[in-house]
């Protein structure tokens, strides 16, 4: 109570035209981190004052008995602001969070997911494609989520890489591909082979249709809100990760009796 109301004071004699200690009050709401830092013959000077009349000043329009006490005082109030933004921050973000996670379920068909899970359970082999290295950390949190289901799944990452899978695929083959919005010509044509050895494409990109979407059997969106916030960037397609898992748990509950016990589902 004691920092309110002597914060409170302070601006309450800011505002007096008629106080003397209209200036005093003002320089230390401006500079609080200083002078609560700062000793009190350096906040003199900031004030254009002597030690002596801050000490006058604390006790008699403050009242508190010196000096160091406004510093106490001053100390608690910045650590309380600090708490206090940091809560708002966190709410801020929540609130960022679950309008992308609102985004994202309203881009994405849960049938369109569903028929991935199946894909994924029917499959001899899953292929995860990483289109370029921003979206590498998605397709390594999918193939450990596939493989504590006990499936298996491979990353391929290379150019050397995909265009040996594309000769060997066949229609027993998954390949899920995941995309933000970068394309080429050359990544498309390994595309369009697989596509020919009637291989099942399913592909993870934001919401806007492409060259790739045409040759994908299922095309799950991401919500994108902010390109440049990076941190925000990786929440929707983290969120369909998340999904993608727990639809392919619920198509075959009784394959994954004690998984479904473990995740709750």
Request: aromatic share 8%; charged share 25%; glycine share 0%.
């Amino acid at each position: 109570m004691k920092v309110a109301s002597t914060i409170s004071k302070l601006k309450q004699l800011a505002k007096d035209q008629d106080s003397n200690a209209k200036i005093t009050s003002e320089k230390i709401l401006d500079n609080i981190e200083l002078v609560s830092n700062s000793n009190i013959s350096k906040v003199a000077e900031l004030i254009y004052t002597s030690p002596a009349t801050i000490i006058r000043f604390c006790k008699n329009y403050l009242n508190l008995s010196g000096f160091s006490e406004l510093q106490t005082l001053l100390r608690i109030y910045l650590s309380e602001q600090d708490e206090i933004e940091k809560e708002h921050k966190f709410i801020l973000k929540y609130s960022e969070i679950i309008e992308i996670i609102d985004q994202t379920d309203n881009l994405s068909e849960l049938q369109e997911i569903d028929k991935i899970a199946k894909a994924i359970l029917q499959a001899q082999t899953i292929c995860i494609i990483v289109h370029d290295l921003s979206v590498e950390y998605l397709a390594i949190d999918l193939v450990e989520k596939i493989n504590l289901l006990g499936l298996s799944a491979i990353v391929i990452a290379q150019q050397k890489q995909l265009d040996y899978y594309s000769k060997i695929s066949d229609q027993n083959w998954l390949f899920i591909v995941i995309s933000h919005n970068k394309e080429n010509m050359t990544f498309q044509k390994k595309l369009e082979k697989i596509y020919n050895s009637n291989s099942v494409i399913a592909l993870f990109s934001m919401n806007q249709a492409s060259d790739f979407s045409q040759l994908a059997n299922y095309w799950v969106k991401f919500a994108l809100i902010d390109p440049d916030n990076k941190d925000f960037d990786t929440i929707s397609p983290l969120y369909i990760v998340e999904l993608l898992i727990n639809r392919i748990v619920k198509t075959d509950q009784k394959r994954f009796k004690k998984m479904t016990k473990i995740l709750k589902i």
